[in-house]
Each structure stands twice: as C-alpha cells, then as structure tokens.
C-alpha cells in the first residue's frame, strides 16, 4: 500500500465515538479521510470525520461504508460478526472478523487463550442456577454483550444470586487482587509489535469502570516486563493485527493473570497521547495504512482521570471547574463531544504529566475532585 496520496486513502470506522474521534484527529494529521458508521447523528467522530447515520449491523449501510473505504476498523466489540462477513470484503477489516469473533464472546476467548497456556483465572461455564450455587463464591461473567463493568457480578454468599446474570455466562475464581493492570500492544500486517508501559488502574466501585490510571505502574522489574510478555503472547496467539487493550490482575502472590484483551483503541491507552512519542491512536492509523510503527517512549509519568456523568443529572452537559482544573500545570482536558450525559457516562478525560509522581498523584485527586459534569435535568 502507497500513501503518496493520503487525500485519495479512506480509513472507514464502525461506530463513531470517542475512540472513533481521536483515531480520525490522527488520521486528519496525515491528510488521511475518514468515514464513520453511528446510529446516533453528530455523533462525537462527525466533529472531525464525515459520517453514514445507521446502525453497524445494517447490511445496507456497511456497503456503503465499504464502498467509501480503502480500510476498515471498529471501535465497538458489539457488532454482528455473521452480517460483517456478509457486508465486507474480510481482507479490509483489521483487527480481522476472526479476531472479533474470538474476543466478542468473553468464554470463547478465556478457551482461545487457555490453548496457549496464558496464565488466568480459574473458569468454568455455567448452564443452572444449581451449578452457579455450587460454584460460590465466584465471580459471574456475561459471555456477550459486558462491557465498562457490565455483565459482571462478584458472588460472594448465596443471598447475592438474586443478583446473578440471566443470561448466558461462566464463572470466574475470585482473585485476591494487589493491582489492575493494563498494557497497549500493536502489531502490524508483518508482525512487527511495539509494546507500551504497563499501566496500574484503579476503578470506580459504583460502575466497575475505569476512575483513573497512572503510568507507569508501580511494579517491580519482573512484574513490569511479565505483563507485557503476556499481553504481547496473547496478541501474537491470535496473530491479531491493530491495536489491543489487554487488562491484567497482579494478585496478592505475585502472579500476573490475563483478565481480558479488546480488539482497540483501549480506555487505558489514552494517556499516550500526551505522554508518549507515538499515541495509540496514532499507532492505528500507522498499522492501517502499513507504515512504521511509531516508538512507544514514554517522556513523562501520567495519569488519566475519566470524566463520568455525576449521579443525579441527565440532558445536555454541564462541565463544571473547567477553568479551575485548566489552570494546573500539566493539565490536558479531553471532552468528546457527547451532546446528553447520565450518570457514569464517559464524557471524557483528563491526563495530567509531571515528572515527579507524587506530586502527579496529588494533582490527580486534586482534579479528580474538582470537575464534574451534571446534565440540564435534575433526575433524583
């Protein structure tokens, strides 16, 4: 593939979110165009790429998507992978249909990778509500369909099965956890890979999603380089091409465990955009239109806050201590773009950089406390 061109190459994305928006600004960087397929109009990658209004499980759409594209990728795991075969020439969509197919199905993906004899959690599929009693306590996961700590439910006594999932899913041992952590790893159609620092989150205990992050982690040596060499096995086990999100578990023992690896652009890479040589965003566009991959150096500790809609609030958003939060040094505000918030709905975040990390842990709660985003109707 040449780029002398760049104005004549299309990179199409299904689904036009945040993670679709900062792919496109990349994209937009080298003169690339870029086409995104949302249901919902103005969707946040229509502020800087063109988009096709309509669902990304909508044949008609996908062709249209596809006759508009030199390339494809996504930015949702929630997509049917039947019509995709369907709708798109299979050898345009990167991270492959295959891939998707593996990862899209939580308990699908826990058996690819235990071929591989990746460390995990201990699981086990679930077909009764006898068998999910007799596997307490555990944790309950949904095969399809969880995401930003849906569809997982922590079973610690019989009285929480009036919690259990209905629905299909498997059980997981409950892990004695020290740190969350997470890595970015990138591969290309030659196999070349290029691995970022790991990552330490920390998550918000209403919604089990993501509060904020700090890079790099603080591990020690081994630690540090056995997350990655797992997270850089479980992409290579899929012969994935693109860029990967892959959570790990560090628990109380000392083991690093694979939690679970997304075909994208990931929430815990954010902070690469101002803390890193080559953002994960950037690292995408490379991949997708076969140039080098760029370096992964990270110049400074970061962390990355995630701006949630407040509890209470819904409609049109209200970003509250914008002007107190922008006047700390070192400070990088993100807003997506979303036109309605609700309560823990990711409307965007913040990377904060300093050199000496406690004084980056300190700006991180300071900023963590000050904004707020609250909607126009007051809900409760």
Same mark, same amino acid.
């Given at each position: 593939m040449s780029l002398k061109k760049p104005t004549d190459f299309t990179i199409g994305i299904l689904?036009?979110? @945040?993670?679709?928006k900062m792919t496109a600004v990349e994209a937009r960087k080298l003169g690339l165009n870029v086409v995104c397929l949302d249901p919902h109009e103005n969707a946040p990658a229509s502020m800087v790429s063109q988009q096709i209004v309509g669902s990304v499980n909508d044949k008609e759409k996908l062709h249209k998507l596809n006759a508009l594209s030199d390339v494809i990728t996504y930015e949702i795991e929630h997509i049917n992978t039947d019509i995709l075969k369907e709708a798109l020439p299979q050898d345009k969509v990167f991270p492959s249909i295959q891939v998707l197919e593996t990862l899209q199905d939580k308990y699908k993906q826990r058996t690819f990778f235990q071929k591989f004899n990746i460390p995990m959690p201990k699981f086990k599929e679930i077909k009764s509500t @006898?068998?999910?009693?007799?596997?307490?306590p555990c944790v309950q996961k949904a095969k399809v369909g969880g995401y930003d700590g849906r569809g997982v439910v922590v079973l610690k006594k019989e009285e929480d099965l009036e919690k259990a999932i209905n629905q299909p899913s498997y059980v997981?041992?409950?892990? *004695?956890?020290?740190?969350e952590l997470a890595v970015i790893v990138v591969r290309n159609t030659s196999g070349d890979v290029k691995v970022y620092p790991v990552v330490e989150m920390v998550f918000n205990p209403d919604g089990n999603l993501?509060?904020?992050?700090?890079?790099?982690?603080d591990v020690d040596e081994f630690t540090f380089k056995e997350a990655q060499n797992i997270a850089?096995?479980?992409v290579e086990s899929l012969n994935g091409v693109g860029v990967f999100g892959v959570e790990l578990f560090l628990d109380k023992k000392g083991r690093v465990l694979l939690n679970e690896v997304a075909p994208r652009t990931h929430n815990s890479g954010h902070y690469t955009i101002e803390s890193c040589e080559t953002s994960q965003f950037e690292q995408l566009v490379r991949v997708l239109t076969n140039l080098p991959l760029g370096s992964t150096y990270q110049y400074l500790p970061a962390s990355t806050i995630n701006i949630l809609g407040e509890f209470g609030y819904k409609g049109k958003p209200i970003y509250e201590n914008l002007d107190k939060v922008l006047s700390i040094d070192g400070v990088y505000v993100h807003i997506y773009g979303k036109r309605e918030t609700f309560p823990l709905r990711k409307m965007g975040h913040i990377t904060i950089l300093d050199s000496n990390? *406690?004084?980056?842990?300190?700006k991180t709660i300071k900023v963590k406390n000050l904004i707020k985003v609250k909607g126009e109707v007051k809900i409760w």
């Amino acid at each position: 593939m040449s780029l002398k061109k760049p104005t004549d190459f299309t990179i199409g994305i299904l689904g036009g979110g @945040q993670l679709a928006k900062m792919t496109a600004v990349e994209a937009r960087k080298l003169g690339l165009n870029v086409v995104c397929l949302d249901p919902h109009e103005n969707a946040p990658a229509s502020m800087v790429s063109q988009q096709i209004v309509g669902s990304v499980n909508d044949k008609e759409k996908l062709h249209k998507l596809n006759a508009l594209s030199d390339v494809i990728t996504y930015e949702i795991e929630h997509i049917n992978t039947d019509i995709l075969k369907e709708a798109l020439p299979q050898d345009k969509v990167f991270p492959s249909i295959q891939v998707l197919e593996t990862l899209q199905d939580k308990y699908k993906q826990r058996t690819f990778f235990q071929k591989f004899n990746i460390p995990m959690p201990k699981f086990k599929e679930i077909k009764s509500t @006898q068998e999910l009693k007799e596997c307490i306590p555990c944790v309950q996961k949904a095969k399809v369909g969880g995401y930003d700590g849906r569809g997982v439910v922590v079973l610690k006594k019989e009285e929480d099965l009036e919690k259990a999932i209905n629905q299909p899913s498997y059980v997981e041992e409950i892990v *004695d956890i020290e740190k969350e952590l997470a890595v970015i790893v990138v591969r290309n159609t030659s196999g070349d890979v290029k691995v970022y620092p790991v990552v330490e989150m920390v998550f918000n205990p209403d919604g089990n999603l993501l509060d904020y992050l700090i890079s790099p982690a603080d591990v020690d040596e081994f630690t540090f380089k056995e997350a990655q060499n797992i997270a850089i096995t479980a992409v290579e086990s899929l012969n994935g091409v693109g860029v990967f999100g892959v959570e790990l578990f560090l628990d109380k023992k000392g083991r690093v465990l694979l939690n679970e690896v997304a075909p994208r652009t990931h929430n815990s890479g954010h902070y690469t955009i101002e803390s890193c040589e080559t953002s994960q965003f950037e690292q995408l566009v490379r991949v997708l239109t076969n140039l080098p991959l760029g370096s992964t150096y990270q110049y400074l500790p970061a962390s990355t806050i995630n701006i949630l809609g407040e509890f209470g609030y819904k409609g049109k958003p209200i970003y509250e201590n914008l002007d107190k939060v922008l006047s700390i040094d070192g400070v990088y505000v993100h807003i997506y773009g979303k036109r309605e918030t609700f309560p823990l709905r990711k409307m965007g975040h913040i990377t904060i950089l300093d050199s000496n990390r *406690d004084r980056l842990l300190e700006k991180t709660i300071k900023v963590k406390n000050l904004i707020k985003v609250k909607g126009e109707v007051k809900i409760w």
